[in-house]
């Protein structure tokens, strides 16, 4: 059996465009918030899960693609043919520190940043 007042409150906000009164919500978090050790540990444990999900799916993948770009740029000499990460085919005819210069297929060159070297490709 509701109370007077809880039965007035209940007749009041049968409405569902009606809110309840601030009251009954603050006394609902209070009572939610009674076992705030084990929200904060659970909340903790989601945490550290997600960041370990982000950091195998994003951060690991991406250090390992870094890091066999930067042995490619090492290993780049004059001579290998190349592909561009905007999908040009070349051959490396001179390097500098920022760029390489590349000779296409009809003899004309090209002059194409460093980093936007893709791979190397098998000569054909």
Not at 10 to 35: G, H, I, K
Not at 52 to 67: D, K, S, V, Y
Not at 90 to 115: F, K, Q
């Amino acid at each position: 059996m509701l109370s007077a007042s809880a039965a007035n409150l209940q007749r009041r906000y049968d409405s569902p465009l009606r809110l309840p009164p601030l009251e009954v919500t603050l006394n609902a978090l209070m009572f939610a918030q009674q076992d705030s050790g084990s929200t904060v540990v659970t909340l903790i444990l989601y945490a550290a899960i997600l960041g370990g999900i982000f950091w195998f799916l994003i951060i690991r993948p991406n250090r390992g693609r870094a890091r066999r770009h930067q042995e490619l740029m090492a290993t780049l000499a004059v001579g290998d043919e190349i592909q561009t990460a905007g999908g040009i085919y070349g051959i490396v005819r001179d390097i500098s520190e920022e760029s390489a210069v590349i000779e296409v297929e009809g003899g004309g060159t090209l002059r194409v940043a460093r980093r936007a070297i893709a791979a190397k490709t098998e000569a054909q």
